[in-house]
């Protein structure tokens, strides 16, 4: 079982003044986020991890985005990504066939909550790529609403046309947020 709770963060209305290098995803997608604001909920097999948008999807940006591009290019295939947050930190050995089966085979070394052991007893997860896919549309969505909010002078049109991209191409919402 898995499923993202993408939540209702509060934007950062002056995080367009804090940019420095409008280039860096990580950057931008931080500094769109205040420190305390409602957090992504990700449940994997029935264990939620919190996942901050400020500290640690701002750290997982490109690796979420290139994911989602290898499983939506590829018929079949394996990726391994290794999430490098310090408060989200674990490896997930993915595999796909042209079935739509998607297994996730993950290694956690931490996570915020004390979860990290029942999380590595509980490590594989085996779902439609689809299904999975979808769970992220709302999450790319909160992103695009928060870099769009700070987007002020229209310097940030490419990092949000790089999230659009993905966005765009997932078919339908999370189990969550379906209507």
């Not at 097999?45 to 919190?50: D, E, K, L, Q, R």
Request: proline fraction near 2%; glycine fraction near 4%.
């Amino acid at each position: 079982m898995f499923r993202i709770q993408a939540s209702n963060p509060k934007i950062n209305s002056n995080g367009a003044m804090e940019i420095d290098d409008i280039s860096d995803l990580s950057d931008l997608v931080e500094s769109a986020y205040i420190l305390h604001t409602e957090d992504m909920i990700m449940f994997w097999n029935y264990i939620p991890i919190v996942v901050s948008y400020k500290y640690n999807l701002s750290e997982l940006m490109d690796d979420v985005l290139e994911m989602l591009f290898q499983l939506r290019t590829k018929e079949e295939g394996t990726l391994t990504v290794e999430w490098p947050s310090s408060s989200f930190h674990g490896i997930w050995n993915m595999t796909w066939q042209s079935n739509d089966c998607l297994t996730i085979d993950s290694e956690w070394t931490s996570v915020v909550g004390g979860t990290k052991k029942l999380l590595n007893d509980n490590s594989r997860i085996e779902l439609s790529k689809q299904d999975f896919v979808a769970e992220w549309k709302k999450v790319l969505e909160n992103i695009i609403n928060g870099l769009r909010e700070i987007n002020k002078d229209n310097l940030l049109n490419a990092a949000i046309q790089k999230i659009e991209i993905e966005y765009q191409k997932i078919e339908k919402y999370g189990e969550l947020y379906q209507t």
